[in-house]
């Protein structure tokens, strides 16, 4: 293999969310705290997740009181809770192989731990080594450095042991801010100016799970 522990995304990287989960729990939420604004695209939704990010959406673009934070994380909350994403295919047998030669899986998300064991234990009867989820504070999730520098703290890695595996920019900058290698999944996007810009900044992009399996394995 050529890296000792992968670091995953979670959301249209592992599994397929957006569309289903987090996409229409976010205009759910619109409809009550922003009624008179127009129905938000599932393309400039992903857009804005892409760039400046979901907290700065919720905070600098909609502008979001405090309160309508939290209204906006319970509505979020019962939908994560309803449904489970299916796993983009090929990918639970490309864990469960993985680690299997010893290779450690951490996980590094927007989403909560809470779910993401829930998923992984449904569609890959395992748990991740590691997760650092939503349910951090903000200055300690992605793209800031520290989950990078703890999962090589926990596990004795060098920068060059690990590569980061992501389809948004927050995971590429927080692989930037660690010199570690970067991945793109460029099977969850069809928005060009996302394919653009992480074909042209990432270390390596995959337009299929089958593609990145063989650069792993081989």
């Known amino acids: 293999m050529k890296y000792k522990c992968l670091i995953l995304d979670h959301d249209d990287t592992v599994v397929k969310s957006t569309p289903d989960i987090h996409y229409p729990s976010f205009v759910d939420s619109l409809k009550t705290l922003r009624p008179k604004m127009e129905l938000l695209s599932l393309e400039k939704f992903v857009s804005y997740c ?3 990010g979901f907290s700065e959406l919720c905070k600098d673009v909609m502008k979001f ?7 906006q994380y ?3 909350k019962s939908y994560t809770k309803e449904k489970s994403p299916d796993f983009y295919p090929g990918f639970p047998e490309f864990i469960k192989e ?3 030669l010893g290779g450690i899986i951490c996980v590094v998300s927007h989403s909560e731990s809470e779910q993401i064991i829930r998923d992984y234990i449904l569609h890959c009867d395992m748990t991740p080594d590691l ?3 939503w349910e951090l504070e ?6 800031n450095a520290y989950p990078i520098l703890e999962i090589m703290k926990r596990f004795h890695l060098s920068n060059n042991e690990m590569l980061v595996l992501d389809d948004l920019k927050p995971g590429l900058d927080m692989a930037r801010s660690c010199n570690v290698a970067f991945a793109a999944a460029g099977w969850s996007h069809v928005i060009p100016e996302i394919e653009n810009y992480m074909r042209k900044n990432s270390d390596y992009y995959f337009s299929t799970v089958e593609a990145f399996k063989k650069f792993i394995f081989t």
């Open 50 to 52: 892409f760039n400046p």
């Open 65 to 71: 009181t405090k309160e309508e934070q939290e209204f």
């Open 74 to 76: 319970r509505v979020w």
């Open 98 to 100: 993985y680690k299997k």
């Open 131 to 133: 997760i650092f989820g």
């Open 138 to 143: 903000e200055h300690l999730r992605k793209p």
